[in-house]
């Protein structure tokens, strides 16, 4: 079956990783190892969340603002333009700050969902609804990212599972990855060899 659309996680796969989580977490007042920053916002008081969402805010406008192209980002997106293949961005960011990343680097999405949309990865309403968008058949479409839930979301809407394996982490997700890549403009290959 044909690759008609490819959906890509924002930050640490179309720009390169620049958040400390760890560092985000201590500052919001959460020990280090407390799991994904929603996840945990998601049990504090109004309050709590309030300066944390404030926290959050500052970090996300820092890094557009920090922020630079993985290697092979620009021809990847250029080459799956001319190819006709959707674009997507499935970020548990802001659509804002995507589009603000978008604009920095002169890049063009045709459809963005991020975490006010609905739930976040690894549930697989992201890539559900950006299927439905374009049209196409999640088996018919890649999810491109850096981190665990890009894919275990892939595998629970049923696209395909491609790992941007380029950090340390990489090994501890690779099992879940249908498809591992070191640079991005690699998924050009996989897009061809199922033509």
């Not at 961005?89 to 949309?117: G, M």
């Not at 890539?127 to 890649?142: A, D, I, K, N, S």
Request: hydrophobic residues 40%.
């Amino acid at each position: 079956m044909s690759i008609k659309a490819v959906i890509f996680d924002l930050d640490g796969t179309i720009t390169q990783p620049y958040f400390d989580f760890d560092a985000i977490r201590e500052e919001m007042g959460l020990a280090r190892d407390s799991g994904p920053v929603f996840e945990s916002m998601g049990k504090m008081s109004v309050q709590e969340r309030r300066r944390a969402e404030e926290i959050l805010h500052r970090h996300e406008r820092e890094a557009v603002t920090q922020s630079r192209l993985n290697a092979g980002a620009r021809e990847t997106l250029s080459a799956l333009r001319r190819a006709g293949i959707h674009i997507g961005i499935l970020t548990r960011n802001k659509a804002s700050n995507a589009l603000a990343i978008a604009r920095k680097h002169n890049l063009k999405f045709d459809a963005i969902v991020d975490r006010e949309d609905g739930p976040v990865k690894p549930d697989p309403f992201g890539v559900l609804r950006l299927c439905r968008q374009f049209g196409v058949e999640p088996q018919e479409t890649l999810l491109v990212g850096d981190y665990l839930f890009d894919l275990l979301c892939a595998k629970a809407a049923g696209a395909v599972a491609v790992l941007l394996a380029n950090h340390h982490q990489a090994d501890e997700f690779a099992e879940h990855a249908d498809f591992c890549v070191e640079n991005i403009s690699q998924i050009l290959q996989i897009v061809e060899d199922n033509e």
